[in-house]
């Protein structure tokens, strides 16, 4: 349940826009050089998120929904997939393996976290992003196939975040110098680093919540074995 907590928070640590960028830039695929305030806050929590999602939500279902060989296999699937994203030039051909062995183990931690952070929401907010979600009935013809599962997940998430933050969330990129539009969410409001910093917390209080949930089953389940095995 390892994920990069102490790179995003050296990221909020420097005012320095310059080392801003430079600690953003290996979290993230898309070109910063260029990210204003609001575009690196953006991408800084819009990363944390879906890596929390794929590296700690992830593995732990795997593990409980088929044990070992299933973590196993999911991760050297997405550490494989995040070499060679298609996002990246030359790699679009080759990815598509990788990502379809990682795919439904990431719908489900996007899915989950979005429950979350759904749960985490004022109760308004909550029902307002809960109707204009891309999983509701106005968007459940793009959960036709595999790949719209994967991108209505992820939109799904990122409106959560929106509406629970109260801040604008996806919008355009650009990888490697190539402009992908994607749909802006949630309100006008653009995040700060002061957003970031919130979010680094809540997902940090998050995982110690999970790992002492998670801790404390496998604990019981060692004291029902040993229990049996007395008898």
Not at 14 to 28: A, C, M, N
Not at 127 to 132: I, K
Not at 208 to 228: D, E, P, R, T
């Amino acid at each position: 349940m390892d994920w990069p907590r102490h790179e995003f928070a050296a990221l909020t640590a420097s005012p320095e826009k310059e080392v801003q960028r430079h600690q953003l830039k290996p979290l993230v695929l898309r070109q910063v050089a260029q990210l204003t305030d609001a575009g690196l806050a953006k991408a800084a929590i819009e990363s944390m998120n879906l890596r929390f999602a794929q590296q700690v939500l992830c593995p732990i279902l795997c593990f409980v929904i088929a044990g070992l060989p299933l973590l196993l296999l999911f991760t050297v699937s997405h550490a494989i997939y995040q070499q060679i994203n298609p996002n990246r030039q030359g790699f679009s051909h080759y990815a598509w393996w990788p990502q379809l062995l990682s795919m439904f183990p990431i719908v489900l931690g996007y899915r989950l976290l979005s429950v979350l952070l759904w749960l985490q929401a004022p109760r308004k907010l909550a029902v307002h992003a809960l109707l204009n979600s891309p999983l509701s009935s106005h968007g459940a013809a793009q959960t036709a196939n595999a790949w719209s599962l994967w991108v209505s997940s992820k939109m799904a998430l990122l409106r959560l975040i929106a509406f629970q933050t109260a801040r604008n969330t996806a919008g355009p990129r650009i990888y490697e110098k190539v402009r992908v539009d994607i749909e802006r969410l949630g309100p006008a409001t653009q995040p700060d680093l002061t957003d970031v910093k919130r979010m680094l917390e809540r997902l940090t209080q998050l995982q110690f919540a999970i790992i002492i949930m998670f801790a404390s089953n496998v604990s019981l389940n060692m004291l029902c074995v040993i229990h049996i095995s007395l008898q």
